[in-house]
């Protein structure tokens, strides 16, 4: 009975990690972002360009990372197209985020029938050339932390590094606190010579780069290619997180946790005879997502700047 | 001795010469030249929109002269953006603060230039360690660990003073640093511009409070309309001297008022209790009256709970318990809409944010209160025609500038907003009129303008309730002064007989003995 308990809770625990990775990945990108006083809705459209550029790189080359990194610049180019729209001209930061999220999905379909004989899918990688998993085998088979980790790919354990990595240079370094000014009072960060553009792009580039992991960490781990619906509402559940964790790095990590957990126990749900449709089941992250963003952040803490462009020559 | 005698000796650090600005063809500044001696304090005096800021902003290389050049210790330098100003020993401390909120003291101090140990990471440690250093030398004590948020406004001043010595600033401009502080503070500022300048610093200090100038400059620059009048030396004048020179005009600061009998009673406030938003109590078990053909002021410093009072007066805060009457009728916890029905109209304190909506244009700005009435709406449509005759009738009776009904509240002056305010509350033909610190941040003929109005209002046997924070204006205006103290009246005495000893007193919780 106990055995059963645990055995369940440990596969609960490991499809959480599995689901939160991408999540994390996507909103340490929209932390970046949102902190140096941009606005990114374009994560969602970032993050399916990231799939499909990792499926297909995955695909082709055959190496799992050279596909990871390359899904990371594919976001990263998104990200400069975002930041060239909002940060030089101005733009309209939802709207130029709602455009990518369209250019992001089209782009990608576009490329798949270009590379993959008019198909909508890629086709699938090997295990072998998908990301390693480093604690396969190293648990005894059926124990409790064999059922949590034996198959959890790389990607997990890399974002619970990057959000250390990303905390420690938003809190700790000097560029740090230079974006942070930037998201929360441009013309101060201005006047102490400051450079607030600059700042603003590599944070909107930067934010394009995880966006485009956190889609990769979907196709060359979770699955082993890259579809038109393996990226729905992702995106903007790790801009929810984002926002549910406050704009800070650990918030946005617990904040996919949570979502990841949501997604957890709705799998565990479904292998059961219920009498509850499938379909509600997978309704409940989002669910849980809507009733915690009305119950529980409370009064928002978003940088005072956030979705303000800058415009330097404006009288104070 | 004139200017030019006592300054022979003194050491130049900053020469601008002839510098004109033009943005198209309006010209902010119009050939001024400005010159600022080492360990002195040059004040700039002039207008709202005289130009200063415009000056200064060149100085500190966030504009660039249209003509004339700058001289820096003699030689000839090309500011083209803040940082080489910063090199060259400039600092600048804004009107509106500079500061990011969520962030302590010593990281607004160090931002931008911020001590590293190796890979960038900061070294909080040695911040803090350079913070103290100069506070302690210059007597500016800020706690380093605070968060902007969390300090008061003078000390956040004394951050921003901070910064820019923390980056080696030997000239230091202070862009009216006084229009946000206490009475307290400005006492405190006056004596950090003293030490400053006594560690040899040179202070550019724009204002346009003339007491301030008289207390704590040498030497002073005016200008008008963006021309270059003259520099003076402060201590072979006065402030009548100074005021005409920047109006261009004789200006009175005696207000003129007529000996008046003052009518019944017309409004009332008992036992009132109000919270503030803390949920403390800031008004406590207050009384008081003002009757007709009066003028009330309520003397206090700020935060005794003058913006509650007014709040739960106007409906815009929750009355806990008391009763606030007018011609009788009981108005308390009534809806602003029922309030300005009641013929109460009110000039708010913060003009910007409550008083007009800076991005509808002066005809919107006019009928905020009455935009469904005949002839303004017909049928739930606005009458545009009709709003904007309306609109033009009131520039002219009150003189607004620039007689443009369809300009933006946002791009009017401080004191052009004030007279849209003020045109639109006494058109409304107010029983009481209510004005919350009327004049702050306004230049001596707009003052005038608006004392003048208050004194018509009570000439007409209205009945207003004046709040200031400034004694000499409630001291000028009023015919009876209430104290307030925590929110409690302290003493009400009749402006004849009151004395700023005993006010400043009472003000300070000394009692009415």
């Given amino acids: 009975m106990i055995e059963t308990i645990l055995n369940n809770l440990a596969l609960i625990l490991g499809t959480t990690l599995m689901y939160s990775t991408p999540l994390i990945y996507t909103s340490l990108g929209g932390v970046l972002s949102e902190n140096s006083g941009v606005i990114n809705i374009g994560l969602e459209g970032m993050m399916v360009i990231g799939a499909f550029i990792g499926a297909a790189i995955g695909y082709y080359v055959g190496n799992p990372w050279i596909a990871f990194i390359g899904a990371g610049i594919a976001g990263g180019l998104f990200g400069l197209l975002h930041a060239f729209a909002c940060v030089t001209f101005g ?83 000097k560029y740090g606190l230079r974006l942070r000014s930037v998201g929360e009072h441009p013309t101060a960060a201005d006047t102490l010579g400051i450079n607030v553009m600059r700042i603003r792009y590599f944070a909107v580039i930067m934010s394009g780069v995880f966006a485009g992991f956190g889609g990769a960490a979907m196709s060359l781990a979770i699955v082993s290619n890259f579809r038109p619906t393996l990226i729905s509402g992702h995106g903007f559940i790790a801009l929810a997180a984002m926002i549910f964790g406050k704009w800070k790095p650990q918030g946005a990590l617990l904040a996919c946790l949570l979502f990841g957990g949501a997604q957890g126990l709705a799998v565990f749900l479904g292998q059961f005879d219920f009498e509850i449709s499938s379909q509600l089941i997978s309704m409940l992250p989002y669910v849980i997502t809507i009733v915690v963003l009305i119950g529980f952040v409370g009064k928002s803490a978003a940088p005072s700047a956030d979705g303000i462009p800058y415009e330097k020559e404006s009288k104070y | 001795m004139g200017y030019e005698e006592v300054t022979q000796s003194l050491g130049k650090v900053v020469e601008m010469k002839n510098i004109t600005k033009k943005f198209g063809d309006f010209v902010a500044n119009d050939s001024v030249n400005l010159d600022v001696f080492k360990g002195k304090v040059h004040a700039l005096l002039g207008e709202n929109g005289a130009g200063k800021s415009t000056l200064m902003n060149i100085l500190y290389g966030l504009y660039s002269p249209t003509s004339g050049e700058i001289l820096i210790n003699g030689k000839k330098v ?43 990471v900061l070294n909080m440690k040695k911040a803090l360690k350079d913070v103290k250093e100069i506070s302690d030398r210059y007597g500016l004590y800020v706690d380093p660990n605070a968060k902007i948020e969390d300090i008061s406004v003078g000390m956040q001043q004394r951050v921003e003073i901070l910064k820019a010595l923390y980056r080696g600033a030997e000239i230091l401009i202070l862009d009216e640093p006084t229009a946000v502080l206490t009475p307290q503070e400005i006492v405190e500022l006056i004596q950090i511009i003293k030490n400053l300048t006594k560690e040899g610093k040179s202070i550019i200090l724009i204002s346009h409070k003339l007491k301030e100038i008289i207390e704590a400059a040498d030497f002073c620059l005016i200008i008008r309309r963006g021309k270059h009048i003259d520099t003076v030396v402060v201590s072979e004048t006065d402030e009548e001297g100074l005021a005409s020179k920047m109006v261009g005009r004789e200006v009175s600061f005696s207000v003129a008022k007529e000996e008046k009998e003052a009518g019944d009673e017309i409004f009332s406030i008992e036992g009132l209790v109000v919270k503030d938003n803390r949920d403390i109590i800031a008004v406590d078990k207050l009384n008081l009256s003002v009757k007709k053909g009066e003028i009330l002021g309520l003397a206090g410093i700020d935060g005794n709970g003058q913006t509650e009072l007014l709040e739960a007066i106007t409906g815009l805060r929750k009355v806990e318990s008391g009763k606030i009457k007018i011609n009788g009728e009981d108005i308390t916890n009534s809806t602003p809409f029922q309030v300005i029905s009641k013929k109460i109209s009110h000039i708010p304190e913060d003009r910007q944010k409550r008083g007009l909506v800076l991005d509808f244009d002066i005809s919107e700005n006019t009928i905020l209160e009455n935009y469904y009435k005949n002839p303004f709406a017909k049928r739930g449509v606005l009458q545009y025609d009709n709003i904007k005759v309306y609109a033009k009738e009131l520039i002219d009776k009150f003189d607004v500038r620039p007689k443009e009904e369809t300009k933006m509240a946002r791009n009017l002056s401080g004191g052009n907003q004030q007279k849209v305010i003020i045109a639109r509350e006494v058109s409304n033909d107010p029983d009481l009129l209510i004005a919350a610190q009327p004049t702050r941040g306004l230049d001596v003929g707009a003052i005038e303008f608006v004392h003048k109005s208050l004194i018509e209002q009570r000439d007409n046997n209205k009945a207003v309730f004046l709040i200031s924070f400034e004694l000499d204006e409630i001291m000028n205006v ?36």
């Fill in chain 1, 91 to 173: 733009a309209n930061q939802v709207v130029s985020g709602i455009a990518i999220n369209f250019l992001g999905a089209g782009i990608a379909l576009f490329l798949s029938r270009m590379f993959f004989e008019g198909a909508t899918m890629t086709k699938s990688i090997p295990l072998d050339n998908k990301m390693p998993r480093p604690l396969n085998g190293v648990f005894p088979d059926g124990s409790f932390l064999n059922i949590i980790f034996d198959n959890q790919y790389a990607t997990v354990y890399l974002a619970f590094f990057m959000v250390l990595l990303i905390w420690f240079f938003m809190y700790k370094t």
């Fill in chain 2, 78 to 120: 090309d500011i083209t953006n803040p940082n080489v100003a910063i090199e060259h020993g400039i600092g600048m401390v804004h009107q509106h603060f500079m500061l990011v909120k969520p962030f302590t003291v010593a990281q607004n101090i160090i931002l931008g230039r911020e001590p590293t140990s190796k890979m960038s």
């Fill in chain 2, 478 to 513: 009023s015919d009876r002064i209430a104290v307030i103290y925590e929110g409690k009246i302290v003493g009400i005495v009749d402006a004849k007989d009151a004395e700023v000893e005993k006010l400043g007193l009472m003000m300070a919780g000394g009692g009415n003995e």
